[in-house]
């Protein structure tokens, strides 16, 4: 069984803090890994994804991936509240041409004025 | 650029009554395409996937089904709801084994 662990949260954080949200895999042969947000009541948004190991960053977001202890991170600067949401990590393992997706539970992360 | 839709937005159906959700995708060709169901609280689970017209895979047996009678189009349906099959279903589509987009949902509730 492919898993996906996550941290259910909720994660709060002060306004204008660095938020961390992390990930873990089961399967170490997982070739392509994603994050997405997802606000209340509306559906998952991809927010970053990265294949290789090390660092990728997009504006306010990191993705960080270390495939050696199966474990991919996503850092937030400058929280604002209008990131408070849902943060969903997904795995591709490969193998397959259709690209399942494995799913995360999803962190909940606050951010408070 | 591509976009993903779904109707209806918001369903509120009996429990023994038939379902039956869209989802179109456009600017794209050949997309695979996909069938989550999210429950209150929990994470994501795959239903279906096609990629393909008539091409369709079931992940999780139940009564549901899943067609796609067009490239672009990918239809949900079930004969008799159940309690259970409530939750918001989300359509998603992905160029092949990489990022898949996601449609704005249908929130389904069976009373």
């Known amino acids: 069984q492919k898993e996906v662990e996550q941290n259910s949260g909720p994660l709060s954080v002060p306004e204008g803090a660095i938020a961390s949200l992390n990930c873990t895999y089961s399967?170490?042969?997982?070739?392509?890994f994603f994050w997405y947000r997802q606000y209340s009541g509306k559906s998952p948004e991809l927010i970053m994804s990265?294949?290789?190991?090390g660092d990728k960053e997009d504006g306010r977001f990191t993705a960080q991936l270390n495939k050696a202890s199966q474990y991919v991170s996503l850092l937030i600067r400058d929280s604002q509240p209008s990131d408070s949401a849902t943060y969903l990590c997904?795995?591709?393992?490969?193998?397959?041409?259709?690209?399942?997706?494995?799913f995360g539970q999803g962190t909940i992360l606050t951010v408070h004025p | 650029s591509q976009t993903i839709h779904q109707w209806p937005a918001t369903l509120v159906q009996p429990v023994g009554s038939p379902l039956s959700l869209e989802c179109t995708v456009e600017?794209?060709?050949?997309?695979?395409l996909y069938w989550y169901r999210q429950a209150a609280g929990r994470g994501l689970q795959l239903l279906f996937y096609?990629?393909?017209?008539?091409?369709i895979s079931s992940e999780v047996p139940q009564n549901l089904s899943a067609s796609r009678p067009q490239d672009r189009q990918f239809i949900l349906s079930s004969k008799k709801l159940l309690l259970s099959d409530s939750g918001f279903y989300l359509c998603?589509?992905?160029?092949?084994?990489?990022?898949?987009?996601f449609g704005p949902g249908t929130r389904l509730t069976v009373t």
């Open positions: 096609s990629v393909g017209i008539g091409q």
């Open positions: 990265i294949y290789s190991n």
């Open positions: 399967d170490r042969g997982s070739q392509s």
């Open positions: 998603a589509w992905s160029s092949g084994p990489y990022e898949q987009y």
């Open positions: 600017g794209t060709s050949n997309p695979n």
């Open positions: 997904a795995v591709y393992a490969g193998g397959t041409s259709y690209g399942k997706l494995t």
